[in-house]
Structure formats: structure tokens, C-alpha cells
């Protein structure tokens, strides 16, 4: 199972996180700060896992940001890393040549897209069609919803005018 | 695609996000998030905020929270959120408190019944969130309140809702087993949903269920079998498929399923051996999702029942594994290879080169995962090797919890195989002075019982000898600065008792080592009760011995300063030292008998010697005893001592056979017991006990004169005793050992020259490989020979037996060529990360560049600022081109003059894509044949996003041009 996932720029920014596992805040600091300095001053030949209080991390750079996932010492490590590139794909397919801009920007959206994926510590739906199609899915319907707000609003405003 | 570029923010939060993304120092991150957090503590308790403003504070707290502040303030706007009614807010409140919340918070009862509400919603997609919520924030308590509901759902119209009923049901089920233990039968049935989602997904709970028992599920073996060999012939729709492999994260899950299925049951495995032979066959080992269906395929055989045919071709993945240059593979074939290792041990033999590659790697990880694999193929024959290196490598890291598990493992190692007692008092020496704070207490006692018992020796020099040793390896290192306390309290007691025993050192001198030690580390208490003991000691062997005790000064006042001490138990124990110190000899060896401390103190637990005493009570009319088992009617159940016996036997040394048991030792001390009625109890390790207790007995030790002796060392003698020491000086004292220890008792040392001399001369010619690697893997992998091997060493001597010849250079044949390349990469110095900057092809850069011409042209006004970003970007550009991931030339080339815009579209393909055919590794000129046209449309978009984040006032300036590159490349 994944404890959880982690989004850190070069410069140990958090981009990020969600958890699967129970953290209180303050542990969850210590083990970006604790993970952050691990995993960036890998250098770039060695392999992509770290062996982690009992828990093993896998992690992927992907230009400037590392894509970390954390899970049971049993788990797969590279099928862990093709979940990462899985993922990162998706993020590719949505918003088009994805950059570290757009997550900064749009990190809400990074995690609806994040719970499409995984679920509960899980991988949830392997189908970048099918998470896609959901995600666009409510977004239209989130358009449509403002579309409605607004021109409700109008009304209104006319009508109080 | 919705919202490609389109930052829907306000200038606000989008210039806090800037001005956080331009922080330069943690401090100044933090003073901007405090500012913000003050700022919507203020604004997000205002009165009528309109539902856009307020999703947008929410999102901001998310974002407050995301980097490490507290943003609890506002948990409550976010669970008021998702009671709205429309979507946009309801998501955006669910995100927010999946986010915030842990399951155990207060507020989740506040969210519950909105939940509920949600579930029933009209709209698939309210549901939807609902469900990613449960999953989140439904605890073991309010499991009731929304499963009905979810069970419902499972037969829901749309899949999206089914597979995330099931994903809840399954997140109940590690919450709470009970909770869901009915509904297994609907996770049968959603197996066979029509949609390949909700498969899948059903497979995550059913593998918990079989992990826990796999029984009751026997009888789906054929489906699962079934359902994998469909997935892998392709017969999932085409969107499931990932870097063209079927569905590879279903495979990998089913395969999962599969080893539990199969673990210990032939006939269930047999129906898996067709299936499984066909993914490795068909397995695809040059993309990483390809080799992890291959690793997963190698961990089914190795936990179903043994197929010879399988097991054979799972050896060969291996051997790709662990031969290729990838890391992460290497890693995969070290675990893999450490599963098989138990099915057929010979298969580590033929990689043995790689093994030791891997161990002597840079990387930790890889490091690591080799240990883990030696300590599966320790033997007696390999102890010495694996375990020094062990050492070697605890001493070099500071990771604590790594240390405390290596630590421990040596320790088992060491007193599992250990060939000598002179190493394994080195080795725990070794161990304790370098870990000491992280191992067990019980090691110590351990360590020091069995220098107390000699292990078992009937040989009395070597005994002593042993001893000495040890006193003399303590002397030496006392001396070092920071030692452990557990180490040093080690070192006390075994200076006390055998300090002075072989008459080398004077007793003034190792009291005053004593005092020192007491004096330097003054702060630990245990130290220094144990050091005062040991003194006690130390002078009563003086006593005894009739030599005239002179106190030095320094241990007089050490006794002082103790008397007056705070603690009570260092109080006692000075004055007993004072009281003994003024006993005459006789009284002082009744009391600390020499060389007793392993005797058994029989307690009289009847108190006889008190009757007396009593009967003159009774006469003059005391009342008589009534026990209290009489006066309660109670049945008395346990027994302390007992118990204590019984842990310290659990958790003591491992008494697995080693050897055949040999007779008790005959003790040269007159031994302390009573009369045959009473009780033996023997009392283990608690030394201060012994003592005391050997003080309030000590009235009786003279009237029984009974010289059997009672100790309880069966199971430590077989494991220590002489049989198994083989001195690596000579092997013709191994050959005469005794042959029931089995395995082979070879010399280790001989073993090792000669065969590490005799396998370099014949692979002299074709390789050069390291001699010093060699002889590693010799010494590693050189334990498991065979019989005729051990007869070879015995002719003792740099030339083996003809026979062993062939048989060592066609194990080392295999990996030979692979290894050739990877002494060159260990001897390179290790990748540094700051790399290749000063490399020529830097300024060879800007023409190489096609991309960045094309987009002056679009881009005008960024044209001069790529002028002057370029200056910034050298700067930087360590941080920013160096570390890129598998940095090739293509990407140095950049770095010269590198344009956030060009950033854009410079296409690095990632590793994963397939890069490394495409990329040139060696001249400058990197002209890239995917350039801009075959990510035209990207390239626009990209443009676009720079324009639009321009425009909002966020100029991406030389200080991270990487934010605009391409994730994917």
C-alpha cells in the first residue's frame, strides 16, 4: 500500500502531498524535510529507491521535480515507478506538455487528478482514457455550473437594477 | 482538454505563489506564509463571501498547509464547503478536508451526514467525491453509517462508482476486518464485472483477503489464472494498455494474488505454471513496466510450489538483471536472486562477481539490499567475510535505524556461526563500540555470560587464555573516547571479574582503569555501579589471594563521593565495598568466590537455616507461620524466578543444534549449594543479584560439601565448544573435527587463498578482473563447495586439486564479461552530481539549439530577456542542468544559452521513452530529430502559457527556467 505521495522541486520546495497513512503535521514535515534531503543528493546513476524507516520510497525526477511514493517494504518497486510515470503521463495528457509551472499553479487540479489514480493507497484505474474522461467529466459540469451561475447572477442584477 | 495553461486565480494568490516560488531561504518562505495565514484568518471569517472567493481561500489554506504550516483555522470553512450544493464548491471542500483531515479528527463527525446525503445524490459525479472522501475520513466507528449505502453502490450504473465503492469497502476492510467480513461474496462478484476498472480494482481487496487467509478462496484459482492469461493475451480494450504492455498493473496484481494462492499447494500451483511460463517468456525486459511484471513473475515461483522448468527460466531473468547497467535492475535481480536462493542455492554461484559489484557499489540502497541477500547465504564457512563487512558498513553510516538493524543482524550472525570465540569476542567488540546505544541490553549480558562460561571449554588454557584476551582487547580500547554505555558496562564487569585473574596486571592498575572509566563517564549511573562492583571485586580477589590491599587515592574518593551519592543503589554498593574491604581473607572468599560468577546460586527457599532461630521464637510463644496460600485458599500460579528464567531463555542464544552435546564441565570452585531437598534455581545474568544473595547464603556454603556441579550450560556448550573452533592458522586441525556439525568445517583462511589464487590464475588470461574482488567472492560464495572442495583445501597451499579448477572458472565464466565493464564504472570516481559543466560541449551550445531560432521569431519580446537570462542561467546552472536525470549532451548543449521558452521545447524524452537510442552520448552536436515538429502543438502551447504567465506578472526569469520545462519531455 502507498503511505503516501510527495511532489518536491530541486530546490526541496513541496509541490504536493497526500498522504494515505495518518501523519499528524508535524511528522509530516519531518519526513518531507528528512525525505527531501535524501532523495535529492542522489545522484543521478543510482537507483530510484530508498530504503526508508522500514518503508521504501521510489522516487522519480522528472525535470526539476521529484515525484515521490512511499510503500510497504513488499511492494513492487518498479511497478511503483511506472505508477509515477503513469501519473505524470496523465498530468501530461491533461494539461498538455506538462510543466512544473502548471502544478505550481494548478496544484488543485494535480490532486483531483491524483485521486483519480489512487485511491485510499491504491491504484485505482490504470486507463489514463477513463481517469481523463472522468476528470472532464466534472469539469464540464463545472462549467456549465458557472455558466449558469453567471448568467443567473445577470438576471438578477437586471432585475434588481 | 479543460484548462490547459489557464490559471484561474486571483493576482493575489497567484503573486503569493510567486513570491514564495522567488523565496530564497526557508525563513522567508515562512515569514510569506505567516503573512498569508494572517491575511486569511482575517478574510475568511468576513460575512458573505461570495462561494468563487471562498473556494479560492480554501485553496489557498490547502496550499498554507501543503507547506508545513497550520492551517487549522480554517478546517471548518472547509467542511461547511462541502454541504454546498453545487459541485464546483462541494469537490473543492471534499479535496480540502481529504486533505486536511486524518480519521481520527474531531470534525469528521460534522461531515458524515453530508457524505450520506452525497451517496444518494442523482449525480454520478457527487457520488463520485463522496466516495474518494469515505475512503479518506471513515473510521472504524461511522463504518456503519454509510456502508449500506455503499453496498448499494456497488451495483451502480456507472463503473467510475462501482470501482470506488469497491476501493471504500476495501479501505473499511483495513480499517476494521470485521466490519465488511460479510460482503466478501460481492467482492467475487465484482470480479466479474464487465468493466476491466472495476476488475482490477476488486483485486486490491481480495488480495488483503487471501493475504489473510487464502482458503476460502482456493476455488478461484482457475478464474484468476483464467482472467491472466486473458489479460495477457491482450483482451483488455486498448486503453488499458501501458507502454504497449496489456494491462501490466492487472498482471502484476493477479500475479500477487497467484503466489499467495500457490504458496505450500501443489495442486493449485500446478494449474499457474503454463501461465506463468508464458509471461516470462513473452516478458519484455527493455521497458521498466516490462521487467516489473518479470520481477513479479519471479516472486510468484519463488513462493509457489517449486517447478523446476520455472525456476530455471526465473535464474535466467535474473541473470539479465543483474548484468544489465540499470541500478534499479540490479536491485530487482539482488532481491529476486535473495527469494530463490532458498529454492536453489547454486544459482547465487554463477553471480557472484555481480553480487560483489553490487555490494561495493556507491549507491546505499543497492548496498543495503545486498546485505540483505548475504545474510541469507551466511554460513559457518562465509561468517567472517560477511560479517566484517557488515561492520564495516555500520561503522561508515550514521542512519540510525538502518545502524540498530545491521547491528542486530551481525549479532545474530556472529552467535549463530561464529567459527572462534576470539572472533566473536572481537566482533562484538566491534559492534558494541561502534553501536553500541542501539543494540539490545540482553547482547551484552549475553556476551558477558558466555566469556563467564567460557563457552563451554574443558580446556582450561584456552579458557584463560580467552579471557585474557578479552581483558587485554578492553584494555586497549578503554581508552577511547565515547564509548557506549552498554559497552562499558561490559568492560567493567569483565575487568572485575578477570582483571587481575591472569596475573599480567597489577590490581592498582586495572582499579585504577576502574576509577577513570567511573570518573569519565560520571554521568551514567549504570557505568558507575558497575564499576564500583567491579572494584569490590577486584580488592576481594586481593583479600583472598592474602595480598595487602592499598587503596589508590583516586578510588578512595571515588568510594566517597558514592557513599554520599544520590542514588541508593550506588550507596550500597560502596558500603559493601567498604564492609568487604574490612572482612579477613576467609570471610572475603566465602563471599566473592573467584571465577564464580556463571555458578548457579541455589536458594533455599525454605529459609532452614532459620528453623533454629524460629524454634526459640515458637518456645517463648511467638505464633506459628501460616503461608498464604493457607490463609487465602488461593493456589499460588507462578513463580517469578521462573519467569525471568524463561525470558531470558527466549531471547539468550539460539540453542539450535550445532553440535552434539558433550558432558558438563567439571568446575575447579567449590560450588555454592544446598542440601538435594531444596529447589535449584538457577539465577541468570542479574550480577548484582548473584551477589547479594551470595552474601545472605554464604552461611551455608560450608556445611554442604556436595561437588557436583549444576549448571545449566547444556545448550551454550554445543554451540561454542571446542569442536567448532577451527584456528585459521593451520587446517590440519579442522580436518580432524568432528563430523557431525555437517556442513563442511573447513579452514576458512586456507580455503580462501587458495582458492582465490588458483580461479585469478585461470581467468588471468581472458579478464582482468580485481584479485581483491575475486577473492571476496571466493570467500562469499567459495562456503557452499561441496565436498570435494574440502578435501582440495586440505592439501593446503596455493595450487588446488586439478578437479576444482574447471569448476571455479566456469562459475566466474558467466559473469565475466559484465563484470569487466563494471570494475572500470567502480574504479571511476562516483557520479557527481554537479557534473559536466566545464565539458567543451557547453560552448558548442547555441547553434545546436534549433528550437530556440524558431522562437525568436514567435517571441520577440522574450528574445531580449533570453539574452539576459542566459547570464542567470549559467549562473544557476548547475542547480538546473546538472541534475537532470540521466543528463546527456543533448541537455549540456542547452545549458550555454538556455531560454525558459526553449526550455519548452527542447525535447528530452525521458528515460522511460526509450531515450538512450535516440540520444548521441558523444559528440556536441545534438540535433535533436524530434524537435519542433513533432511537438508542434506543444510547442504553442507552451508559448501560450509563457505569454499568459507573463502577462499575470509572473515573468519566468533565469532564476528556475526548469518550472517551464516540459515534465515528459
Redesign the interface.
Known amino acids: 500500500m502507498i503511505h503516501f505521495v510527495l511532489l518536491i522541486s530541486r530546490q526541496g520546495k513541496v509541490r504536493l502531498t497526500k498522504w494515505y497513512s495518518p501523519y499528524s503535521q508535524k511528522e509530516r514535515s519531518k519526513v518531507i524535510r528528512e525525505l527531501s534531503g535524501l532523495v535529492i543528493s542522489r545522484g543521478p546513476k543510482l537507483c530510484n529507491f530508498v530504503e526508508w524507516r522500514g518503508l521504501k520510497v521510489v522516487y522519480k525526477r522528472y525535470a526539476s521535480l521529484y515525484f515521490c511514493i512511499c510503500n510497504d517494504q513488499e511492494d513492487n518497486e518498479l511497478e511503483t515507478l511506472s505508477i509515477i510515470h503513469h501519473y505524470v503521463e496523465t498530468l501530461d495528457r491533461y494539461f498538455g506538455s506538462v510543466c512544473e509551472l502548471d502544478l505550481i499553479f494548478n496544484f488543485h487540479k494535480a490532486y483531483f487528478i491524483l485521486d483519480e489514480v489512487l485511491l485510499a493507497g491504491m491504484l485505482q484505474e490504470t486507463s489514463k482514457r477513463t481517469t481523463l474522461r472522468l476528470i472532464a467529466a466534472q469539469e464540464e459540469l463545472v462549467e456549465a455550473a458557472k455558466e449558469e451561475a453567471s448568467s443567473l447572477s445577470n438576471i438578477i442584477a437586471q432585475a434588481t437594477k | ?5 489557464g ?1 484561474g ?1 486571483s493576482k493575489e494568490f ?1 503573486d503569493l ?1 510567486k513570491s ?2 522567488e523565496a530564497r531561504s526557508k525563513a522567508e ?1 515562512d515569514r510569506i506564509v505567516i503573512r498569508e495565514i494572517e491575511t486569511l484568518k482575517r478574510r475568511i471569517s468576513e460575512p458573505d463571501i461570495p ?1 468563487r472567493k471562498m473556494k479560492e481561500y480554501i ?1 489557498r489554506l ?2 498554507v ?4 504550516h ?1 492551517a487549522s483555522f480554517g478546517y471548518i470553512h472547509a467542511v461547511k464547503m462541502t454541504h454546498d450544493d ?3 464548491s462541494k ?2 471542500g471534499y ?1 480540502a478536508v ?2 486536511f483531515l ?3 479528527h474531531d470534525l469528521i463527525i460534522l461531515i458524515v451526514n453530508t457524505i450520506q446525503k452525497d451517496l444518494k445524490s442523482d ?1 454520478y ?1 457527487v457520488v ?1 467525491a463522496a466516495l ?1 472522501a469515505v ?2 475520513l471513515i473510521n472504524e466507528e461511522t463504518i456503519p453509517a454509510v456502508l449500506p449505502l455503499i453496498v448499494e453502490l456497488l451495483s451502480h450504473g456507472k463503473e ?1 462508482v462501482r ?2 465503492a469497491v ?2 469497502l ?2 473499511f476492510y ?1 480499517k476494521s476486518p470485521s466490519s465488511v467480513s460479510h460482503l466478501v461474496s460481492n467482492f467475487r462478484k465484482r470480479l466479474c464485472d464487465n468493466d ?2 472495476v476488475m ?2 476488486t483485486l ?1 481487496p481480495l488480495f488483503d483477503l487471501i493475504n489473510d487467509d487464502p482458503n476460502p478462496y482456493k476455488d478461484l484459482v482457475v478464474s484468476f489464472v483464467s482472467i491472466l492469461k486473458q489479460v495477457a493475451e491482450h483482451r483488455l ?1 486498448k ?2 494498455d ?1 507502454h504497449q504492455m496489456p ?4 498482471q ?1 496484481k493477479l500475479l500477487k494474488i497467484l503466489a499467495l494462492l500457490g504458496s505450500g499447494d501443489k495442486p493449485s500451483s500446478e494449474h499457474m505454471y503454463t501461465v506463468i511460463g508464458d509471461i516470462i517468456r513473452k516478458g519484455d525486459s527493455s521497458s ?2 516490462g ?2 511484471i518479470l ?2 513473475s519471479i ?1 510468484t515461483v519463488s513462493s509457489i510450489h517449486s517447478n523446476a522448468k520455472l525456476l530455471e527460466a526465473a535464474a535466467d531473468v535474473i541473470a539479465k538483471f543483474l548484468k544489465s547497467d ?3 535492475l ?3 535481480g539482488i532481491d529476486a536472486l535473495g527469494r530463490l536462493i532458498k529454492l536453489s542455492p547454486l544459482i547465487a554461484e554463477q553471480h557472484q562477481l555481480a553480487v560483489i559489484d553490487c555490494l561495493e557499489d ?5 548496498k ?2 545486498t546485505f540483505e541477500l548475504l545474510y541469507k547465504m551466511t554460513k559457518s564457512s562465509n561468517v567472517e567475510v560477511i560479517v566484517d563487512r557488515m561492520i564495516e558498513y555500520m561503522i561508515s553510516i550514521s542512519d540510525d ?2 545502524k540498530t538493524y545491521i547491528a542486530s543482524r551481525c549479532v545474530e550472525l556472529a552467535e549463530q556461526f561464529a567459527p572462534s570465540n576470539h572472533w566473536f569476542i572481537q566482533t562484538m567488540n566491534k559492534v558494541f563500540e561502534h553501536a553500541g546505544d542501539l543494540v539490545n541490553i540482553k547482547v551484552a549480558h549475553n556476551l558477558m555470560r558466555l566469556i563467564a562460561e567460557g563457552f563451554g571449554e574443558d580446556d582450561d588454557a584456552a579458557y584463560s587464555q580467552l579471557r585474557s584476551s578479552a581483558v587485554e582487547s578492553y584494555l586497549r580500547i578503554i581508552g577511547e573516547p565515547k564509548l557506549p554505555s552498554v559497552f562499558l558496562q561490559v568492560i567493567c564487569w569483565v575487568l572485575g571479574e578477570y582483571g587481575t585473574a591472569d596475573g599480567k596486571h597489577s590490581a592498582s592498575y586495572i582499579t585504577g582503569k576502574l576509577c577513570d572509566m567511573a570518573e569519565a563517564y560520571s554521568n551514567d549511573e549504570i557505568v558507575k555501579a558497575y564499576a564500583i562492583t567491579a572494584l569490590t571485586k577486584i580488592y576481594a580477589f586481593e583479600i583472598a589471594a592474602g595480598r595487602k590491599v592499598d587503596m589508590l587515592s583516586e578510588c578512595q574518593s571515588l568510594v566517597e563521593e558514592l557513599l554520599a551519592s544520590h542514588s541508593t543503589d550506588l550507596q550500597q554498593r560502596a558500603y559493601e565495598l567498604q564492609a568487604v574491604i574490612g572482612l579477613d581473607a576467609r570471610a572475603v572468599e566465602a563471599i566473592l568466590p573467584h571465577d564464580a560468577s556463571c555458578e548457579d546460586i541455589e536458594v533455599d527457599k525454605n529459609l532452614s537455616f532459620l528453623n533454629g532461630y524460629i524454634q526459640q521464637s515458637i518456645e517463648s510463644g511467638a505464633m506459628p507461620y501460616i503461608s498464604e496460600n493457607e490463609r487465602s485458599g488461593m493456589v499460588n500460579t507462578s513463580n517469578f524466578r521462573s519467569h525471568d528464567q524463561q525470558e531470558s531463555g527466549q531471547h539468550g542464544l539460539r540453542f539450535e543444534a550445532y553440535e552434539v552435546p558433550k558432558a558438563p564441565v567439571p568446575s575447579k570452585v567449590t560450588p555454592v549449594s544446598l542440601s538435594s531437598t531444596t529447589d535449584l534455581v538457577p539465577v541468570p545474568e542479574s550480577l548484582y543479584a548473584r551477589e547479594t544473595q551470595q552474601i545472605s547464603s554464604v552461611g551455608l556454603a560450608s556445611d554442604t560439601g556436595s561437588s557436583e556441579l549444576k549448571l545449566r550450560l547444556d545448550g551454550v556448550q554445543k554451540k561454542w565448544g571446542k569442536p567448532t573452533y577451527s584456528s585459521p592458522a593451520s587446517s590440519s586441525n579442522s580436518t580432524s573435527q568432528n563430523p557431525v556439525n555437517g556442513v563442511t568445517k573447513v579452514d576458512v583462511a586456507t580455503t580462501i587463498n587458495s582458492k582465490a589464487r588458483d580461479s585469478y590464475d585461470s581467468r588471468k588470461q581472458q579478464n582482468e578482473i580485481d584479485p581483491e574482488k575475486q577473492k571476496l567472492a571466493a570467500s562469499l560464495f567459495g562456503g557452499s563447495t561441496k565436498t570435494e572442495r574440502r578435501t582440495s583445501t586440505s592439501s593446503k597451499g596455493p595450487k588446488a586439486s586439478a578437479a576444482d579448477r574447471p569448476q571455479d572458472s566456469k562459475a566466474a565464466s558467466v559473469p565475466n564479461k559484465a563484470s569487466g565493464e563494471k570494475t572500470n564504472q567502480v574504479q571511476q570516481p ?4 554537479l557534473l559536466d559543466l566545464g565539458e567543451p560541449t557547453v560552448t558548442a551550445a547555441p547553434p545546436a539549439v534549433d528550437p530556440f531560432m524558431q522562437l525568436e521569431g514567435l517571441l520577440d519580446s522574450s528574445n531580449s530577456s533570453a539574452v539576459t537570462n542566459s547570464g542567470g542561467a549559467v549562473a544557476n546552472a548547475p ?2 542542468m546538472g ?5 546527456t549532451s543533448s541537455e549540456q548543449s542547452g545549458g550555454g544559452g538556455y531560454n525558459p521558452a526553449s526550455g ?1 521545447n527542447l525535447n528530452l524524452l ?1 528515460e ?1 521513452s526509450n531515450a538512450a537510442a535516440v540520444r548521441g552520448t558523444t559528440g556536441a552536436t545534438i540535433v535533436s530529430p524530434l524537435s519542433p515538429s513533432v ?1 508542434g ?2 510547442a504553442k ?2 508559448l501560450e ?1 509563457d505569454a499568459k ?1 507573463r502577462q499575470m506578472g509572473v515573468t ?1 526569469t533565469s532564476q ?1 527556467p ?8
Request: aromatic share 8%; glycine share 8%.
Open positions: 482538454m479543460g484548462s490547459q495553461g490559471f486565480q497567484l505563489i514564495i516560488g518562505e462561494k485553496i490547502l496550499y498547509e501543503m507547506l508545513g497550520d453545487n459541485l464546483l469537490r473543492t479535496l481529504t486533505l486524518n480519521d481520527d449525480n459525479l463520485c474518494n475512503c479518506r467510475a470501482k470506488k476501493m471504500a476495501h479501505s483495513r476491466p476498472g482490477g480494482a486490491c480494450p486503453s488499458y501501458y494491462a501490466p498493473f492487472v502484476i521498466n513496466i521487467n516489473a520481477y513479479e516472486r540499470s541500478h534499479n540490479k536491485y530487482m556507491p549507491d546505499d540502497t543497492l543495503r539490499k535505524h538502518y562516483p557520479p557527481q552530481d542547480d538546473i541534475l537532470y536525470r540521466g543528463t519548452d525521458s522511460l511537438k502543438a506543444n502551447d507552451s502559457k504567465v519566468p528556475n526548469n518550472l517551464f520545462r516540459d515534465l515528459l519531455g
